[in-house]
């Protein structure tokens, strides 16, 4: 049993490893900065199932961390949350295979409504249709799944995390985010206990 949980750990381990590191990651954070710190709109994520788990993930960890960030569901965007989006956002889109098709409606519906808003993709598939409509498209080196079948999103979801930790990581840097801003957004619990105490607040 441990030699499988070896297994397991090794395999998501060199996936991580053989994310590619590019000049897309720079592209990434220089055009959410311009959009958000600069023009005052959002990061407005999306993605659907496993996926779309990421993409909420991301935009909870970098609304906490100084750059406005909102879930916009694939689905639920046809039944009035697309309104969510407005002038100078900028979308973030994660889709391993990069042809979920609520994720390519949704692309449509955002540019019928802001016809320039730029999209970041984060996708194994180089090749997709929603690859196409990125101006910024992260890939992921599109791992094997570590799943005995090769089906359920495992090592896609865990590499599509890390690019984005990666993207919040250089985004804190590139804003000089700090413990007292921090302390601010994310008062309660633990973390805001110890960002208080960093901050030299308590």
Same mark, same amino acid.
């Given at each position: @049993?441990?030699?499988?949980?070896?297994?397991?750990?090794?395999?998501?381990?060199?996936?991580?490893?053989?994310? *590619?590191?590019?000049?897309?990651?720079?592209?990434?954070?220089?055009?959410?900065?311009?959009?958000?710190?600069?023009?005052?709109?959002?990061?407005?994520?999306? +993605?659907?199932?496993?996926?779309?788990?990421?993409? !909420?993930?991301?935009?909870?960890?970098?609304?906490?961390? $100084?750059?406005?960030?909102?879930?916009?569901?694939?689905?639920?965007?046809?039944? +009035?949350?697309?309104?969510?989006?407005? *002038?100078?956002?900028?979308?973030?889109?994660?889709?391993?295979?990069?042809?979920?098709?609520?994720?390519?409606?949704?692309?449509?519906?955002?540019?019928?409504?802001?016809?320039?808003?730029?999209?970041?993709?984060?996708?194994?598939?180089?090749?997709?249709?929603?690859? #196409?409509?990125?101006?910024?498209?992260?890939?992921? #080196?599109? *791992?094997?799944?570590?799943?005995?079948? #090769?089906?359920? *999103?495992?090592?896609?979801?865990?590499?599509?995390?890390?690019?984005?930790?990666?993207?919040?990581?250089? @985004?804190?840097?590139?804003?000089?985010?700090?413990?007292?801003?921090?302390?601010?957004?994310?008062?309660? $619990?633990?973390? +805001?206990?110890?960002?208080?105490?960093?901050?030299? !607040?308590?």
């Amino acid at each position: @049993m441990n030699d499988k949980v070896r297994e397991v750990l090794r395999h998501e381990a060199e996936a991580i490893r053989n994310i *590619p590191v590019t000049g897309a990651f720079e592209d990434a954070t220089r055009l959410i900065h311009h959009h958000v710190h600069e023009l005052g709109g959002k990061l407005v994520t999306s +993605g659907l199932g496993k996926a779309g788990e990421i993409a !909420q993930n991301i935009s909870t960890t970098f609304s906490s961390t $100084g750059t406005p960030a909102v879930f916009l569901h694939p689905a639920e965007a046809q039944h +009035g949350d697309l309104g969510v989006i407005q *002038p100078n956002d900028v979308m973030l889109l994660v889709s391993n295979s990069g042809e979920t098709r609520e994720v390519l409606e949704l692309v449509d519906l955002a540019k019928r409504l802001y016809a320039d808003i730029p999209l970041v993709v984060i996708t194994a598939n180089a090749e997709s249709n929603l690859a #196409g409509f990125a101006q910024v498209c992260l890939l992921t #080196g599109d *791992p094997a799944e570590v799943c005995p079948l #090769g089906l359920s *999103p495992t090592t896609s979801t865990t590499v599509m995390t890390v690019i984005g930790d990666a993207l919040i990581v250089l @985004m804190m840097e590139k804003i000089g985010f700090s413990n007292e801003e921090y302390a601010k957004r994310h008062h309660g $619990g633990y973390l +805001g206990s110890k960002s208080r105490v960093q901050a030299g !607040q308590d």
